[in-house]
């Protein structure tokens, strides 16, 4: 059983850029992959971007690669997503989840979430 907690959202121009971060707790394993999500009103939840425990695997959809990067700190349990070049169709709610797992790749098995935070991109 893991607890995640997002924060960091809020609104940004376009173009600019934001620091989400999720605090990890609770029971870990050495194979979970943390994932971030984001789902906007009226749209399917995508996942956009997930790291595997040692950092070795990633995954980005096509939609924020080149702009959003994954990172995570053991140390610290936590993970973060640096998002860049904000667009407004980048506004939803963000969410961090856990699986387990070697790959970062696929985003089937994702059993624990966060509440989720806003994010808001204003043109």
């Known amino acids: 059983q893991v607890q995640l907690v997002e924060s960091g959202g809020g609104l940004v121009q376009a173009g600019g850029s934001l620091r989400l971060a999720c605090a990890v707790s609770?029971?870990?394993?050495?194979?979970?992959?943390m994932g971030w999500f984001r789902q906007a009103p009226g749209k399917d939840r995508e996942l956009l971007t997930a790291i595997n425990w040692s950092g070795s695997s990633l995954y980005y959809a096509d939609s924020v690669k080149g702009r959003f990067i994954i990172s995570r700190d053991n140390a610290k349990s936590s993970v973060y997503l640096q998002m860049n070049s904000l667009k407004p169709e980048d506004t939803a709610v963000y969410y961090c989840?856990?699986?387990?797992?070697?790959?970062?790749?696929?985003?089937?098995?994702?059993?624990?979430w966060g509440q989720g935070t806003q994010v808001t991109v204003s043109s």
């Open positions: 609770g029971r870990t394993f050495t194979n979970y992959v």
């Open positions: 989840a856990a699986r387990r797992g070697v790959s970062a790749a696929g985003e089937r098995g994702y059993d624990d």
